[in-house]
């Protein structure tokens, strides 16, 4: 009798049919230019420039870690809620790096690599319990990323699904489960992240070139005795080949971390009925009791991430300054009077009530006490979640107010042109890459 075949195994097959993309096509495209957006706002970051910079080299791995680098330090990429993974960047900017180095990369397969990538990340961050662990200090998709990215290079580099399945396996022994909690105006924390995103297409390359690995290495022990972790087969095999894991898939309607962009909503949402942020005398936010500790913090000046991630300071911006959001480089010297002292009324706790619908929907309760009344608002969807999706045009919007600071108007345009047709045209991948490059030389200061 023939045993049954690993997860990994059965995911590769999977991974090389042709045509997986043909489920969500529309979905796929929104996704590509939401990150080539991302990509090309973060290379002109002090970040992404650095980050560049420290490459320098032309070879295909440093150019593909240094642009995977450079757009997932934009923080404002895609996000799948349920693993608490964010992979658009380590999959849409290695697909279109690749595609503009390997030549004879058609439509169909780089829209199938990218559809595949999104399947393989995703599926592993489901398989640890991504949204769980990451109470433990390990960082799902800094887990995950070189697995999807190998499946991206698999397809790109068109291997069986023998030899999908080794570069797969090859990854998990390559995976490590953080870059450690770091601060300051430049952190090694995305460096780290376009590393292992490049571990992925090595994968690839050395199971082309013959190497084998572990395809049952999810069902071993391996995982439980390095980290704790007992992966769940069967979240990281329900559906396949059924429904895209894409079709879960959020986009950030502004940059941030997701889990201060619910209670920011709220307030954004009070505010457009009418409350007069001057009258607001307390704000009191309810979250997820695992969200407290990473958002329920002050700023600190120059330090990018400690904006992004507090909770206070993101509310009190959707208050006073909402269209600052948008501006993925920022960071200001010092918090301004109004913002600051908006922050001093805010108070964050959590609510155990919210984690009936955690992972899948992140809620936020906002409410307000002002000269007038008490005001209260729960959203349990942002703009961009499945239940608040972005079409077309919320999506070329996007990648404009993204990219007109860093290529300008007529630049953004032109570039939205060829990046909404890339997947049909391969080709412009070489384009799009030329562009990420001219935008990490006008590095935009914090």
């Known amino acids: 009798m023939t045993?049954?075949?690993?997860a990994?195994?059965?995911?590769?097959?999977?991974?090389?049919?042709?045509?997986?993309?043909?489920?969500?096509?529309?979905?796929?495209?929104?996704?590509?230019?939401?990150?080539?957006?991302?990509?090309?706002?973060?290379?002109?970051?002090?970040?992404?420039?650095?980050?560049?910079?420290?490459?320098?080299?032309?070879?295909?791995g440093d150019l593909l870690a240094a642009n995977v680098a450079a757009a997932r330090s934009s923080e404002i990429d895609d996000i799948h809620l349920p693993s608490l993974t964010t992979p658009g960047a380590a999959i849409v900017v290695c697909a279109l790096t690749i595609a503009a180095r390997h030549e004879g990369v058609a439509g169909n397969d780089l829209a199938d690599a990218i559809a595949g990538g999104y399947e393989a990340l995703i599926r592993l961050g489901l398989a640890i319990d991504g949204a769980t662990v990451s109470s433990r200090g390990i960082w799902p998709t800094y887990f995950a990323a070189p697995f999807g990215a190998a499946?991206?290079?698999?397809?790109?580099?068109?291997?069986?699904?023998?030899?999908?399945?080794?570069?797969?396996?090859?990854?998990?022994?390559?995976?490590?489960?953080?870059?450690?909690?770091?601060?300051?105006?430049?952190?090694?924390?995305?460096l780290a992240f376009g590393l292992v995103a490049r571990n992925g297409l090595t994968a690839a390359q050395a199971a082309q070139a013959g190497f084998l690995a572990d395809p049952d290495i999810l069902e071993s022990n391996f995982l439980n005795a390095a980290y704790g972790i007992k992966p769940d087969i069967s979240a990281f095999t329900h559906n396949l080949g059924q429904r895209l894991a894409i079709e879960d898939?959020?986009?950030?309607?502004?940059?941030?971390?997701?889990?201060?962009?619910?209670?920011?909503?709220?307030?954004?949402?009070?505010?457009?009925?009418?409350?007069?942020?001057?009258?607001?005398?307390?704000?009191?936010?309810?979250?997820?009791?695992?969200?407290?500790?990473?958002?329920?913090?002050?700023?600190?000046?120059?330090?990018?991430?400690?904006?992004?991630?507090?909770?206070?300071?993101?509310?009190?911006q959707a208050a006073l300054n909402p269209d600052s959001a948008m501006d993925v480089a920022q960071t200001p010297g010092e918090t301004p009077a109004p913002i600051a002292a908006l922050m001093r009324k805010i108070t964050v706790h959590g609510d155990d009530s919210f984690m009936a619908a955690y992972p899948k929907a992140w809620h936020a309760r906002l409410t307000l006490h002002t000269?007038?009344?008490?005001?209260?608002?729960?959203i349990a969807a942002v703009p961009g979640d499945p239940a608040r999706p972005f079409d077309d045009t919320r999506t070329r919007q996007k990648f404009l107010d993204l990219t007109t600071p860093v290529l300008g108007e007529t630049g953004a345009n032109e570039a939205l042109a060829i990046v909404w047709n890339v997947l049909n045209n391969p080709e412009n991948a070489k384009i799009i890459l030329n562009t990420a490059s001219q935008a990490q030389k006008r590095k935009r200061g914090l």
């Open 371 to 378: 000269k007038k009344g008490t005001h209260e608002r729960t």
């Open 151 to 190: 499946a991206v290079a698999a397809r790109l580099l068109k291997l069986s699904p023998a030899q999908t399945a080794h570069a797969l396996a090859m990854t998990i022994t390559m995976a490590s489960p953080s870059a450690g909690h770091q601060h300051g105006p430049l952190t090694s924390r995305w």
């Open 249 to 316: 898939l959020s986009f950030k309607p502004w940059c941030a971390a997701r889990q201060t962009i619910a209670g920011a909503q709220a307030m954004r949402e009070l505010i457009a009925q009418g409350i007069v942020p001057s009258e607001i005398e307390a704000c009191e936010i309810a979250i997820p009791p695992l969200h407290v500790k990473m958002v329920d913090h002050g700023v600190h000046p120059g330090d990018r991430t400690s904006h992004l991630t507090s909770l206070p300071c993101q509310v009190a």
């Open 3 to 6: 045993a049954p075949k690993a």
């Open 8 to 60: 990994i195994e059965r995911l590769a097959e999977f991974l090389c049919r042709p045509g997986i993309a043909a489920a969500a096509p529309d979905l796929l495209r929104r996704h590509t230019v939401d990150i080539a957006g991302a990509w090309l706002a973060g290379s002109a970051i002090p970040e992404g420039h650095a980050v560049s910079q420290f490459f320098g080299s032309d070879s295909l």
